[in-house]
């Protein structure tokens, strides 16, 4: 019987091609180990590092069912996502893989066994189309699978795929499903695109591209396909769309019951495009929590905000009043969790993070939209509105466009975007650093490493290295034969006791000493690729020749502090589970000598009390003395013991297993103690957010702990000196100081009042036509207290109170309170301070009793000053009339 769900899908493409001498590869996260990606998007990407060369796979032949995000970067096609029946943000891509092992006859012939013998598939149904160069494969298409020729057709650029502008490249071979006669003429997929669903893409990686456009040949042609799993089961359930499958309709249903709306099929109300958001989206913010993802303004995460925030919006228009995501994340735990234990493992994590995420949206959302839709009433959206609603309302620019977009309204995103203008121009570097642009020749390190091989790391058993042989030499982009004094150079050894950076490791500092007295001060050690350990730093005297035998030594000192960092780092881990809950993972850590730091995924502050446990359970593993075992083992065993895998790591078919103690077990490759007396005392000494839902640590260990300890101590005493007191009372003595202090702010606060009062009733006395409208330069506190004061000694009319705020001016406040006569009679406050507070730069709450706001445009005081004095006589004219 051919596989119909999902989950037999998964199960019969694996376990063909494994039957066929292919490793079963798990899945990869969805936070790619290449930094130019903001997510796994395809099912190449796990094996990128092979396909380019930068790594040699244990394995010649892979299979695997990978989960893929498709959203941001050149993948923005978010605002699509519910509309078609194409694009999606989170999907399955089922592939097949060989790295220089076989090529287009079996990939094709496989590919087509596996569809019609396996799946079931009516071979008459199914079209291909090759490249218009591709000779080869056309005749294994049509003379050894059978296809007729009628059913293949040539296709140019869209049959060719590419890395990138140079490197690894080739035809492809896409498979098509014939929807039928329904969808159009039978034109083939050159001719009929919606009568054609291309279902799997045979990638043909036989060229190497060159800066010149030469494509020459590569030495081992290697196959990626990609077969998505959503079009697939639409085949195979003979579902009208994507969003009938049984994938998605659990979800879709969820929705259904948690906005109390009915689905309407495809393509339906702008209802039914609703509930597919949230079918849709739910299974996104799912699976990218999960994996450590957590909404922030910063790339990954903000492309997470953007997928919840517009499902609850989708939510807020099907009249959904409460939260709505945590139904979509058990729906989707429900439908997928027996594929991806891990989402059953995260669930409570993730049931918080995005309904905490939700919470805070909706009541940014409905502050926004309150201001929002009072624009739009009058005209398009100013830059300066935008801006307010995105700084000050915390009013996603996307949002507001999409709103103003539904009401044929305009958003002036220049004038938005100059003002944004520094901020984004920032996160743009950013993005630009890490995407790891520069002059890095890599080319030259691969073709070292193809040479030399990988480096021999001896640092785990001695500091220093004698006869390690200097295999190159490189200054620059180019490698030298030798280097003088004075010349800066990346130094690579057959053997190194240095360690490179990884793992959140700092690499090592040191010297190598080579004959004549040639010396090389190692200021850094990098990995140039996997496997390539450079040692960084300048030629101090002598000269350094490639192929020079040179000790290699290490600074022991730095080294051993690193290494006390470094393990306390894995049982601050440990004791931050134990603590506060086990959904506590790495979200990225520095090891250095002096200090570490450690990222965690935690959505609140940590209470000094629970910080105060996690040291002191830390430190009680430290005192034991117990042992520490590094050992290497195979990554499947290391998982069965329970071993936590660090974020951002590396991990092959072989790992090394760190045993810190009774209680901590992780994957790592760096360096650490013998035994857990050796890292000393270990202390927290900072705690804070780093991001939405992530949390910094940063500790002190070793000497440097005693040293923290001994200024906190003097800094005590210097306290208790200044107080006239012990250290032990110092603690009292603050708190007697703070309760005489607030004594004395009450009676600051009561003469400030009294005169309040004084200078109110002068106002009140000038009121013209039941309106006080004057210049005041205080504050905000200081102007609404005023205004109030105002309006009560005024009896019945408006007070509106304008200035700069002291002492320098820079920006204006505003303040307008309204009589409880007038609110009675429609006044508000907010609609009398609404225009003026735009001419500031800014806004205001809605409240009709009394509002306090501003801006930046300290030079529109006058202006703002005469617009709301006519509002509030027009206000205070309407309610008498």
């Known amino acids: 019987m051919p596989p119909r769900s999902a989950d037999e899908l998964r199960a019969a493409f694996t376990d063909f091609f494994a039957a066929r001498g292919h490793t079963v590869v798990p899945s990869a996260s969805l936070i790619p180990i290449d930094a130019t990606l903001l997510f796994t998007n395809s099912g190449m990407v796990p094996f990128k590092p092979y396909f380019v060369g930068d790594e040699t796979p244990s394995y010649r032949r892979a299979t695997s069912v990978q989960k893929c995000v498709r959203a941001g ?32 006859t079996d990939a094709i012939r496989w590919a087509w066994e596996l569809y019609t013998d396996v799946l079931g598939l009516d071979p008459d149904r199914l079209w291909v189309t090759v490249h218009t160069t591709d000779d080869e494969a056309e005749q294994i298409w049509r003379d050894v699978v059978g296809v007729p020729a009628e059913r293949i057709q040539r296709l140019g650029d869209d049959n060719f795929w590419r890395m990138a502008d140079t490197g690894p490249c080739g035809p492809c071979s896409e498979i098509f499903w014939d929807l ?35 494509l020459v040949p590569l030495p081992a042609p290697s196959v990626d396909t990609g077969a998505g799993l959503e079009r697939n089961l639409a085949v195979l359930q003979g579902a009208e769309t994507v969003w009938d499958i049984d994938v998605f309709r659990p979800l879709i249903a969820a929705a259904e019951r948690a ?6 099929g495809f393509p339906g109300t702008e209802s039914d495009v609703s509930l597919r958001i949230l079918a849709e989206h739910g299974r996104t913010m799912t699976f990218l929590v999960a994996d450590g993802v957590v909404p922030s303004n910063e790339e990954r995460g903000y492309v997470l905000r953007r997928i919840i925030r517009r499902a609850v919006r989708h ?11 945590p139904a979509l994340v058990e729906a989707t735990v429900a439908a997928m969790g027996d594929a991806y234990p891990e989402i059953v493992k995260q669930r409570q994590l993730v049931t918080d993070i995005v309904g905490r995420e939700e919470e805070r949206f909706r009541t940014t959302l409905t502050r926004g939209l309150d201001f929002l839709d009072g624009v739009l009433g009058s005209g398009d959206v100013s830059g300066d509105d935008a801006f307010f609603l995105h700084d000050t309302l915390g009013f996603p620019i996307d949002l507001t466009r999409e709103i103003a977009e539904e009401r044929d309204r305009g958003v002036d995103l220049d004038g938005f975007h100059e003002r944004m203008g520094e901020q984004r121009s920032r996160a743009k570097e950013a ?9 890095v020749p890599l080319e030259l390190y691969r073709e070292l490493l193809d040479e030399v091989g990988a480096t021999d790391f001896t640092g785990r058993q001695e500091y220093v290295t004698d006869g390690a042989k200097v295999r190159a030499v490189v200054g620059g982009p180019d490698r030298l034969a030798a280097a003088g004094p004075g010349t800066p150079v990346a130094v690579v050894l057959d053997r190194t006791p240095f360690y490179a950076e990884s793992g959140g490791q700092v690499g090592d500092t040191g010297t190598l000493t080579g004959p ?9 050690t990098q990995y140039g690729l996997p496997g390539l350990v450079l040692h960084q730093g300048v030629v101090e005297a002598g000269t350094l020749t490639e192929g020079d035998v040179v000790t290699a030594a290490i600074d022991g000192d730095r080294r051993d502090a690193i290494r006390r960092n470094h393990t306390a780092t894995h049982l601050l881990h440990w004791a931050l589970r134990e603590v506060l809950g086990s959904h506590v993972a790495q979200a990225g850590s520095h090891v250095g000598p002096d200090r570490l730091r450690f990222d965690f995924s935690h959505f609140e502050a940590v209470p000094r009390s629970a910080l105060a446990e996690v040291e002191a359970l830390a430190n009680a593993e430290v005192i034991t003395d117990g042992a520490v075992r590094h050992y290497e083992t195979t990554k499947e065993h290391a998982l069965g013991l329970g071993a936590m895998a660090f974020f951002g790591d590396k991990y092959g078919d072989l790992v090394r297993v760190l045993e810190a103690g009774p209680h901590s077990i992780e994957l790592c490759g760096g360096t650490h103690v013998h035994a857990l007396g050796f890292i000393g005392p270990i202390k927290i000494v900072s705690e804070g957010s780093v991001g939405a839902n992530l949390r910094r640590i940063e500790a002190v260990t070793g000497d440097a702990a005693f040293g923290y300890i001994r200024d906190e101590e003097a800094t005590l005493a210097a306290a208790a000196a200044s107080l006239q007191v012990t250290p032990a009372e110092v603690p009292a003595r603050i708190e007697s100081l703070l309760a005489d202090l607030k004594v004395a702010r009450q009676e600051i606060a009561a003469a400030q009042a009294k005169a309040a009062a004084g200078e109110a009733g002068d106002l009140a006395a000038g009121a013209v036509d039941g309106v006080v409208a004057v210049r005041r330069d205080l504050g905000n506190d200081d102007l609404r207290r005023l205004a109030l004061a105002t309006r009560d000694a005024l009896g019945s009319g408006v007070v509106a109170l304008v200035g700069t705020v002291p002492p320098d001016g820079a920006k204006a406040a505003i303040a307008v309170a309204v009589t409880a006569d007038l609110v009675a009679a429609g006044v508000s406050a907010a609609a009398v301070a609404a225009s003026a507070a735009r001419l500031l730069g800014g806004g205001t709450a809605k409240n009709a009793e009394v509002v306090v706001g501003g801006g930046p445009n300290a030079g529109a005081v006058d202006a703002a000053l005469a617009d709301v004095a006519a509002q509030a006589r027009a206000a205070v004219a309407g309610a008498s009339a």
């Open 73 to 104: 970067g050149k993948h923005n096609d978010l605002e699509e996502v519910g509309r078609t029946n194409r694009h999606f943000t989170f999907f399955e891509m089922l592939g097949n893989f060989s790295f220089g092992d076989y090529f287009k």
């Open 180 to 214: 039928g006669d329904a969808h159009g003429p039978p034109l083939g997929p050159g001719g009929n695109e919606a009568r054609y669903i291309e279902i799997w893409n045979l990638v043909f990686m036989q060229y190497d591209a060159r800066p010149d456009g030469e």
């Open 259 to 264: 906005t109390g709306v009915t689905y309407g």
């Open 315 to 325: 939510a807020f228009l099907l009249g959904s009043e409460t939260l709505i995501t």
């Open 431 to 439: 993005h630009k650093a890490a995407g790891g642009t520069g002059d």
């Open 516 to 524: 004549d007295g040639a010396v090389v001060r190692v200021t850094d």
